[in-house]
């Protein structure tokens, strides 16, 4: 019979394709390094959280003052070019954004949209006359080639030092943060400062020389009573680009990488040891807390 003509032959199974994974800081390799467990259900195995407040928080205060440095550029509406956004502008694009998450399941209590409307608006009256002048670009996308992956980040604004046709080395990478300042809490500023050294790196990578200045602005400290009329002392904090802790972080970062090309391979997704859990804030909000090994939450009923 003809099919016994192909009783030797043999076919070679089809190689895995070499695609090169991306990795973000904040996304990828910060989450992993707070807990490798959470992260593998969330970002790699694609479970949605049930409580989706951080996200929502953090996300609509960086889309609403995308929106804030748009109408003041004009590109929303070339007639609000360089006219600052007021509260009921604010407003109309807060209801914007909040549409638009409600529509991707992510939606919050009704006092943290309160909160985030509000710490909008402070930081537009005190910070949009000088700030937004000087905005060059929003959403300023960097990334570069590591070999066997691609490393990649998101700057919220890269800000012009107000001088005229300033040059790269001139420029300034801010990101906002929508907590307070981690103050004594060591650990969570060096992530933050983590984020923006690499940040740096990729910078450098795109434009041949470091930024400036790399800043934090954290707009819960715009929060309380009585209402700041200028901005608060710890909202504004300043990363010192040292070009070894920028080398350090990048070095921190490969490695993070390697883990979780590990767990990848493994797919096995621990969690931190109790003495490292992530702390009591992040784990609360955790849907699977119930059964982790490194904390203890007695279950409860509906």
Avoid at 103 to 131: C, H, M, Q, Y
């Amino acid at each position: 019979m003809t099919w016994q003509r192909f009783k030797k032959l043999k076919v070679l199974p089809k190689a895995p394709p070499l695609v090169k994974r991306r990795y973000s800081v904040t996304t990828d390799i910060v989450s992993f390094q707070l807990c490798p467990r959470q992260y593998g259900h969330f970002a790699v195995r694609g479970y949605v959280s049930a409580n989706a407040l951080q996200e929502f928080f953090g996300t609509i205060v960086h889309q609403v003052l995308d929106r804030a440095h748009a109408h003041f550029k004009g590109l929303l509406d070339p007639s609000t070019k360089g006219k600052l956004p007021n509260d009921q502008d604010i407003d109309r694009y807060f209801e914007d954004v909040q549409r638009a998450l409600k529509a991707r399941g992510i939606r919050a209590f009704v006092r943290e949209s309160d909160l985030a409307r509000e710490l909008v608006k402070r930081f537009n009256r005190i910070e949009g006359p000088t700030l937004y002048p000087r905005v060059k670009d929003t959403e300023h996308r960097i990334q570069d080639d590591q070999g066997s992956y691609i490393l990649h980040g998101v700057v919220d604004v890269l800000v012009n030092p107000a001088v005229k046709n300033p040059t790269p080395g001139q420029m300034e990478i801010w990101d906002y943060k929508a907590s307070r300042f981690p103050g004594a809490d060591l650990q969570r500023r060096q992530r933050f400062e983590f984020q923006m050294l690499v940040y740096a790196e990729l910078y450098r990578a795109r434009n041949g020389v470091y930024p400036a200045k790399a800043v934090l602005y954290f707009l819960n400290e715009l929060a309380g009573t009585p209402v700041p009329t200028s901005r608060p002392a710890n909202a504004l904090y300043e990363v010192t680009l040292d070009p070894k802790r920028i080398k350090q972080a990048l070095q921190d970062f490969a490695t993070t990488v390697k883990e979780i090309e590990r767990c990848h391979d493994s797919d096995k997704w621990s969690p931190p040891p109790p003495k490292q859990t992530p702390g009591k804030e992040t784990c609360d909000l955790c849907d699977i807390r119930w059964s982790c090994p490194s904390v203890k939450y007695d279950m409860r009923y509906p």
